[in-house]
């Protein structure tokens, strides 16, 4: 008979001085540039993290149930083929979708090890101490870091590795960060290593900005949730409801961009950085793309990363894609 075994988890963060250092030095180099812009991973704090998971509540926010649907028809034929033992996920968030992925890795046998990696500390352990009590024997090991700088952090492999990296997060890079982070992801995957990436598909530009705009206003918070975070963190005086959540698609970048527009003209401050900023009347800071696939330009991102397409799934109205690939 099976051991029963207890569930384990062990979180590392790698975030530290030099991170805050990092919001710091994006806001004096993102606020003091003619088109004013902040990174997205700034947006999720424990409450922009929250935000988050009620937007994929949404009706307008395809994403999230398309995604899950590809994933539960094809989760199977993934762990058949790539046998991994393990799962790496990337941007992890609150790890719902990726039950459907572990589900699988248990029913085949294979399931050891869960890697979360994400920003957000809150959200690493509050996932990871719900998988444990559900996945009896499931060791955890979350690394809390920023996957564009601390994939060298991940733990010895126990075996072939799935690596996830889901939601459509790819697309939040710009298009040159979106192929070193792939070249970067490649180098940390050995040989029988397969990731499984989630792309948002271009479609109708009404379907996308719904999207980024839902009638909730859940999007617009989450986007405002960013200037709260800079007033915490920086001792900044942003007055955040002189700004207003703007989303629009972009046809020919084929990327959605959330930016937030001064209402009038504002002067902000941010102590920490001694610092005074400037918005002249309906100025605008960019705080996200998110970035439209067609198979082309995924397949073109693979290649220049060194990795192939083993397998492209998608659903039956092709809203969201999931691909395989490896290291070519
Ligand atoms: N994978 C989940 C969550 C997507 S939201 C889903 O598909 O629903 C994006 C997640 O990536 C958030 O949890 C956020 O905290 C994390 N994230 C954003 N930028 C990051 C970065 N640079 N490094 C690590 N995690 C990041
Ligand atoms: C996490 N990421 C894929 C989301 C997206 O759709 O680009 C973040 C988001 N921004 C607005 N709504 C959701």
């Known amino acids: 008979m099976e051991p029963i075994l207890e569930g384990t988890v062990e979180v590392r963060s790698y975030l530290g001085l030099a991170d805050e250092r990092t919001l710091a030095d994006d806001v004096l180099d993102g606020l003091t540039r003619p088109l004013k812009e902040l990174p997205p991973k700034h947006l999720y704090d424990a409450r922009g993290s929250e935000l988050f998971d009620a937007i994929c509540e949404l009706p307008e926010y395809y994403q999230t149930r398309t995604e899950r649907q590809i994933l539960r028809t094809q989760a199977k034929p993934v762990v058949a083929r790539t046998g991994a033992v393990e799962l790496v996920e990337l941007g992890s968030g609150s790890a719902d ?66 690596f996830a990296f889901l939601g459509g997060t790819i697309g939040n890079f710009p298009p040159g960060s979106r192929r070193r982070f792939l070249r970067g992801l490649r180098k940390v995957m050995a040989p029988g290593d397969h990731l499984l990436l989630g792309t948002d598909v271009v479609k109708d530009p009404h379907v996308i900005e719904a999207a980024y705009d839902d009638s909730a206003g859940v999007t617009a918070q989450f986007n405002l949730n960013m200037l709260h975070v800079l007033n915490r963190e920086l001792g900044a005086n942003f007055d955040v409801d002189a700004f207003e959540h703007v989303a629009f698609f972009d046809r020919k970048r084929e990327w959605i961009e959330m930016r937030l527009r001064a209402r009038e003209e504002q002067h902000v401050r941010v102590e ?35 990795l192939e397409l083993v397998e492209l799934y998608a659903d039956p109205d092709k809203l969201f894609a999931v691909s395989l690939s490896r290291r070519r």
């Open 97 to 162: 979708k990726t039950r459907v992925l572990l589900d699988a890795m248990r029913e085949a046998g294979t399931l050891r090890r869960y890697v979360p990696v994400d920003v957000s500390e809150t959200t690493v352990r509050a996932a990871a101490a719900r998988l444990i009590d559900d996945y009896p024997g499931l060791a955890v090991h979350g690394v809390i870091g920023d996957f564009e700088r601390h994939l060298t952090h991940l733990p010895e492999p126990l075996g072939p590795r799935l």
């Open 272 to 306: 920490a950085l001694n610092l005074d900023i400037d918005f002249s009347a309906r100025e605008e800071l960019r705080t996200e793309i998110s970035a439209k696939f067609t198979p082309g330009r995924l397949r073109g991102d693979l290649a220049a990363a060194g």
